[in-house]
């Protein structure tokens, strides 16, 4: 499991493209057979993901939890953007169709993750917050969520909002997850942008081809700094930056937020006019 510490807005002012690349993007993540994970001292996430092709792969806490086992005192929700899969939990087996999810709550000792065919293997995108609670372990499928349609091809931002787990739909301690999918012709997320000093978030964009990008826009309103991002991969977003996009095409991207409160709304606008 990598290590990453929380960053100081003072400080990432001074970032080059090399450091900030090292602070906040997460690359690599599908590794064959494996399961790799970032834990960021930032509201505590984990961010990872699993691929399994020719075995099953038993999720594990490993030293930097110092816990017994991996949900001890966490929780997480996977979202699978790969071929069918199963999740295995606690004995109890859920099948992982194309971007199904499943929320797994605190205390559930075993998830072990699995491919249905290894020619098409599953590719489970997870993340991960500290729990104070138990809620029970749900299977979610995207047309069984709260879904919302904004933004309009004329402004280059007509996407779809999929709501996998928020309050009153899947019950979490403090992990928000969903997934956003722009439509053809539409390039921007997140603009107008905002920050939400009370939660952080993580990105992982995925769906573009291997010549397209995303320019990830981080940074305070008036200190804004870009990071190029490609197919599956992350970005780690303190809470006082903003979180934007703008692709060489369409694409799709995963959202978790962990912090103080659960609340989608709770956010702080920023003007265009502000933005530097």
Known sequence: MELRTASSPRDVKTYDTARLREEFLIQDLFRPDEIKMVYSHIDRIITGAAMPVNKALTLAAGEELRAEYFLQRREMGIINIGGEGKVTVDGTVYTLRHRDGIYVGRGCKDVVMESVDSAKPAKFYFNSTPAHKAYPTVYIRPEDCVNVELGSLEQSNHRNICKYILPGQVESCQLVMGMTTLRPGSVWNTMPCHTHD????????????????????????????????????????PSWSIHSGSGTQAYTFIWGMAGENQDFDDMDGCAMTDLK
């Open 198 to 237: 009370r939660r952080m978030e993580v990105y992982l964009y995925f769906d573009l081809p291997e010549d397209a990008f995303v320019m990830h826009y981080m940074g305070e309103p008036t200190e804004t700094r870009h990071i190029v991002v490609r197919n599956e991969e992350a970005v780690i977003s």
